[in-house]
Structures are given as C-alpha cells and as structure tokens.
C-alpha cells in the first residue's frame, strides 16, 4: 500500500494467526514475483538485439508529438531500446529505434508495473480496475486478458489461475494450473522455489505445524527439502516461530535466500526483516543482515548487494552492503558522515555497483515539501571492482532506482519525478521522459517511493 502525502498507516485488528501465516507467503509470493519478472528484463535485452540490432541499418527517426503534459525525448533515447512507462497512470512505450512514442493505454485506465517478456515480444501490466494488460513490445496492439501476473523465464505467463502461453495474436493459452506453493524462481529458469505448511489444528484455535522450503529444478520436476522449521500458537503463549515472508532464488545456482517474519507480526516486518542465505538442502542457514523491503540486487559470481537497515522511514539507518555469497560475508560501503545508501544495483559484468547516496534526515511529516526536500539529496555513486571508495557521478541531483542495460554501458534512473539516461558512464546525464506521477502528489510509503513500479527498460 501506498500512502499519499499526509496519510499515515491505520491500525489494524488482528486476525485469526493462522491466516496470517498464510496472508504473509501469499503477500511475500506477490512481492517476489513482481521482482523476479522485473530481473527478467535483461534477459529480453538480448533477445531484442537479435530482433533490431541486427537489422539492415537504424530505421530513420522521427519526433513523435506526445500527448499534453507527457515528456519523451526520442532523440536522447535513439539506440537505446524499448522504454516502456507510466506518465499520470497512462502507459507509453518510447522506441529507441524508430523514435516513436506508444500510447498503450486509454487515460483514466490507471496502469502500473510494466514488464516485458523474457524473450523481448510482448509487455505486459496491470491495470488498477479489472482485467491486467497486454501488448507487443513497442506498445501496439494492447488488449486486456483473463490471465496475467509474472513472467516465468520460459515466456509463459504466471497467473494465480494458472499458466499460460501466449500466442501469435497476444491471446494467453492456458497451459495448467500453477504449482502449489510456486514462490520464487531462478532468472535462468533452472531453479524453482515452494513454500508449503502442514498444520495440526488442536482446541481453542491452537494448532502446531511444520513449514517447509522446497526447490525443484522445473516447474512440475521433484521437489526437494531445503529448510523446515516448526510453527505453532496458543492463546495464552501467542505465535512461535517465524513465517517466510519472501524468497530469492539466486541465478547459477548459487543458493537461496529467504526474510523471516518474526512472530508473523506485520508491524515488526515494516521495521525490516532478516535475510539469509541457504547454499544447500538441510544447510544452517547464515543471516546477512535485515533490510526492509527487497532492497538486494545479484551480480554474477556470486556478488550480492543489500539495501541494509531496519526502519521503516526512509531515511533512517540504510547503508548498501555488499556480500560474498560462499563466504557469507557484508561489508558497508563506507559514505561521508551523515549520509545514506540505498538502492544498489550491479551491472551485468559485477564490475560496478550503482547506488544512491542521500542525507539523513529526521523523522517527520510525509508532505510534498518534505519528499522534495530529501530526494533533492539524492546523487547516484558507483563502486568499482577492486576498490574501496565509491564515487559520485555529477548532476545526478534526485536519483532513485538506478537501472543498468544489458550490456552494462549505460545507466536509467530517476530524478525529479522523471526518467534520466546516462548514455555511457562519464557522459552528461539527459532527461528522457516523463513525468511519472501527478504533480507534486508523489505517493509514498515513510518517504519511500515506489518509483521502480512506474518503468521497465528493455536495452539491447
């Protein structure tokens, strides 16, 4: 849930704990999927290589006039792919080949969370009322479908009914129902995540029970027990034990890592959660550190970056470490005093971490003002491999999200409620759409903005 300037989260009666239990793998199922689709991207850069790189020569560019208030800068983004986002809640699809500008969607239709397949042919989104979208990469054709949700490496559409394939006209084929428990996948599909519980239910709403993380190798392949743990409540001892509220399956088979949900508390887990790494079936399972939200970002050779610190204000306690997956081990990025990291993110090759610095701030009031005032801190900063001390990239004034292409050259970000491109590292950074949200109405949740959930750039 998004908050919107002053609002502030109600309190909430608590329910039955078992259906907590449950409502917490359903919410972590949910905010993993979303993740692991947006990971997908760079998979579908390289195949839309294939498709345009490859092609007789650029097909020439024109200005395309975008609507009123909707800014795209198709000369600064020429080469540079598909970049799909949300202006106002309308869908545009900018095309870096042919310089045009698609409207995916109608106004009023409320879109968000773009993604494109893995294979590069088709985008889809979800709508805020009825039927999730559907439409060819550069943004025609665009049609509602029944099914829709995340896309599974393989090109196939997961959906809480099922999974589907979709044909040669945009229609989703369903294939079958989805697998139970399906939680998290592998970005090279080799890999596949399951939670499951077996509880015994006993007098006066007490039940104990085992909750189990299994892995399998497809989809339907056998699965395997990597971790199981007890659970159990009583009305007078309350909840023991912790529920997974989220899991990564990190690529080359590397391992797992899953948050723990202590005593299924939601307003603990909105402080932050642990995280831990599970190299293997029946393996201890080895804390890294307690993020809040899924602020981590997996580079190859078992390179991992953590978002790290608890609160769940924005701009209290976060620092970015980085983490050797063999050997378990985080080391902070050390900033000047007084500031922040946040939102790390690796190129493709694990030679640079991209991440943002910003102030740290009091707590206070969630206004515009306010927003305005500590996103104005933000800069971005890459660390080098080999290197200890980070360095800030120049007029990079408002940076969130950083977002690497695929072949690691150059860096999209936003600032100033606007998408920006870093042609290639060490050039000037140029506005290249926008604006994304209402004016000066950014939604946020204790000063964090859900600014990733507005774009998805497919670079070749």
């Not at 550069?138 to 559409?157: E, F, K, M, Q, S």
């Not at 007084?338 to 206004?367: I, K, M, N």
Request: with cysteine.
């Amino acid at each position: 849930m998004l908050l919107h300037e002053h609002e502030q989260p109600a309190a909430q009666p608590a329910p039955d704990p078992e259906l907590l239990i449950e409502e917490a793998r359903r919410r972590g199922r949910r905010r993993r999927l979303a993740v692991a689709a947006a990971a997908l991207i760079v998979g579908g850069a390289a195949m839309l290589a294939l498709l345009y790189g490859r092609s007789g020569g650029a097909a020439a560019r024109t200005a395309q006039p975008a609507p009123k208030g909707v800014f795209a800068n198709s000369r600064a983004f020429a080469g540079h792919g598909l970049l799909a986002f949300v202006s106002r809640g309308r869908l545009f699809v900018l095309d870096g080949r042919t310089g045009k500008l698609t409207a995916v969607t109608s106004p009023g239709q409320h879109a968000s969370t773009p993604q494109f397949s893995p294979g590069g042919r088709w985008l889809a989104y979800a709508l805020g009322s009825g039927k999730p979208g559907l439409a060819r990469a550069d943004g025609t054709g665009a049609h509602r479908i029944a099914g829709g949700g995340a896309w599974l490496p393989n090109g196939d559409l997961l959906a809480r009914d099922g999974v589907y394939r979709v044909d040669g006209n945009g229609r989703p084929v369903r294939l079958g129902a989805a697998p139970p428990g399906l939680a998290a996948w592998s970005p090279d599909g080799d890999r596949f995540a399951f939670l499951s519980r077996s509880v015994k239910h006993e007098q006066d709403g007490a039940f104990h029970g085992v909750e189990r993380l299994q892995v399998a190798d497809s989809l339907t392949g056998r699965r395997t027990t990597w971790l199981s743990h007890p659970i159990s409540f009583t009305r007078k001892s309350g909840f023991a034990g912790y529920a997974i509220n989220g899991i990564d399956v990190l690529p080359h088979r590397e391992g797992i890592l899953y948050w723990a949900d202590p005593m299924q508390s939601a307003s603990l887990a909105a402080d932050g959660m642990s995280v831990y790494e599970l190299r293997s079936p029946g393996a201890r399972p080895v804390e890294l550190g307690v993020t809040v939200g899924d602020a981590v970002s997996a580079g190859p050779a078992g390179k991992l970056a953590l978002g790290a610190g608890g609160d769940r204000y924005a701009w209290i306690s976060k620092r970015v470490e980085t983490c050797n997956v063999s050997r378990a081990r985080c080391t902070s990025i050390a900033l000047p005093p007084g500031r922040l990291a946040l939102d790390p993110a690796w190129s493709p090759d694990g030679r640079t971490l991209a991440f943002v610095g910003a102030a740290a701030e009091p707590e206070g009031a969630f206004s515009q003002p306010m927003l305005d005032r500590w996103y104005a801190t933000h800069h971005l900063w890459l660390l080098h491999a080999g290197t200890s001390r980070p360095t800030e990239i120049a007029g990079t004034m408002g940076a969130a999200s950083p977002t690497w292409s695929a072949d690691g050259k150059s860096l999209l970000y936003v600032a100033n409620d606007a998408l920006w491109l870093i042609p290639s590292i060490g050039t000037k950074p140029v506005k290249v759409a926008g604006p994304l949200f209402p004016p000066r109405a950014w939604p946020s949740y204790y000063g964090k903005v859900a600014w990733a959930d507005q774009f998805a750039w497919s670079s070749r």
